[in-house]
């Protein structure tokens, strides 16, 4: 994966609300185990690397079925993690899609 392609995978991921940037910190929501591993190998290309890697709740999906919620913690990459922290601010939420389930 190319520095551009994985910024468009970021920026994607923030308009969506998956993606946050709290205090150094990306934090990363997702049901999906395959996002999880494109997250990775996207911050890997920017310079940086997952911290951590916890199950916060689960996600309804009909009945008698739920997902887990994976969230993700890894350091803004420094250099090379600033132009998405500025697309966050100015496109991105403060909480992920996922916030009201795993309060």
Request: aromatic fraction near 10%; charge should be positive; charged fraction near 30%.
């Amino acid at each position: 994966m190319n520095r551009k392609e994985a910024e468009k995978y970021l920026r994607g991921w923030i308009r969506s609300q998956h993606l946050i940037c709290f205090d150094r910190d990306f934090i990363f929501e997702t049901v999906d185990q395959s996002h999880l591993e494109r997250f990775e190998r996207c911050l890997m290309t920017l310079g940086g690397k997952v911290r951590s890697v916890e199950a916060v709740g689960n996600w309804p999906m009909g009945s008698g079925r739920a997902f887990k919620i994976l969230r993700t913690k890894a350091s803004v990459p420094r250099p090379g993690g600033e132009k998405i922290v500025e697309y966050w601010a100015k496109h991105g939420s403060s909480e992920t899609r996922y916030s009201d389930i795993n309060r």
